[in-house]
Structure formats: C-alpha cells, structure tokens
C-alpha cells in the first residue's frame, strides 16, 4: 500500500523549529507516515529498543558469570564491556534528551498531562 505523493509547505506553528513545523505539516496531511504515531514509535525503537537487549547481553558477557562463553562471541570481555559501555551510553542519553524536551516544553503543564491526561494550551 504506497501512499500517493502529496506537497508539502512549511507551516510555522508556535514555538516549532522550521525542521519541526515541516514534519508536523507532513505528517498531517500523511506524505511522510501513514500516521502521527509511526515516526515516533520507530525512532523509540531504535532508539531505546535496539541498545536495551545488546547493553544487557553485553553486560552479562563482560561479566562472564551468567553467560559464560559469550564473551567470547562478542569478541572478548573487553569488547562485551565497551559494546556495553555504547549501549549505557546511549541510553542514557535518550533519558537526558527526552527529560530536557518535557522541561523545556514546560514541566508542569507536561507531567500533568501524561498523569491526568489534561493539557492546559498556553496563552498567545
């Protein structure tokens, strides 16, 4: 199922960079995803999914306690614990990048909303 091409200009929404003005007019009018959700939940996936099983898999490598052998299919305990040392790395920093967004769009208006699923629309 392709979608058909659609044109797509650039909208200014307040408080929106121009790249992220263009990615919310696209996803709206369905060029870029078929839906608003899409985009979102795949760069979560690689962005969390993806290191969260190999950061555990080479923790416990580097440690060679619950999976012995395995550091050697990883290249060695020193590479188990640098792969692992990547992973924590990058996880970490999709928490500091993802707490910053919320604090930056206002924390208490957003720490509300994602409890009491309540959004208070700022006043212009």
């Known amino acids: 199922m392709n979608p058909e091409p659609v044109t797509v200009t650039?909208?200014?929404l307040p408080?929106?960079?121009?790249?992220g003005s263009m990615l919310a007019a696209a996803s709206?009018?369905?060029?870029?995803?078929?839906?608003?959700?899409?985009?979102?939940?795949?760069?979560?996936?690689?962005?969390?999914?993806?290191p969260a099983p190999v950061d555990s898999v080479s923790g416990e490598a580097g440690s060679d306690a619950v999976l012995p052998g395995w550091?050697?299919?990883l290249g060695g305990r020193q590479s188990a614990r640098s792969i692992h040392f990547v992973t924590c790395a990058a996880?970490?920093?999709?928490?500091?990048?993802?707490?910053?967004?919320?604090?930056?769009?206002?924390?208490?208006?957003?720490?509300?909303?994602?409890?009491?699923?309540?959004?208070?629309?700022p006043k212009s």
């Open 10 to 12: 650039a909208v200014e």
């Open 15 to 19: 408080g929106a960079s121009s790249v």
């Open 28 to 50: 709206i009018a369905g060029g870029l995803v078929s839906d608003q959700q899409s985009l979102p939940v795949m760069l979560g996936a690689i962005g969390f999914g993806l």
């Open 71 to 73: 550091a050697d299919w």
């Open 91 to 121: 996880i970490g920093g999709f928490v500091v990048v993802h707490l910053a967004l919320v604090i930056l769009a206002g924390a208490g208006n957003e720490l509300r909303s994602m409890i009491t699923g309540r959004w208070k629309v």
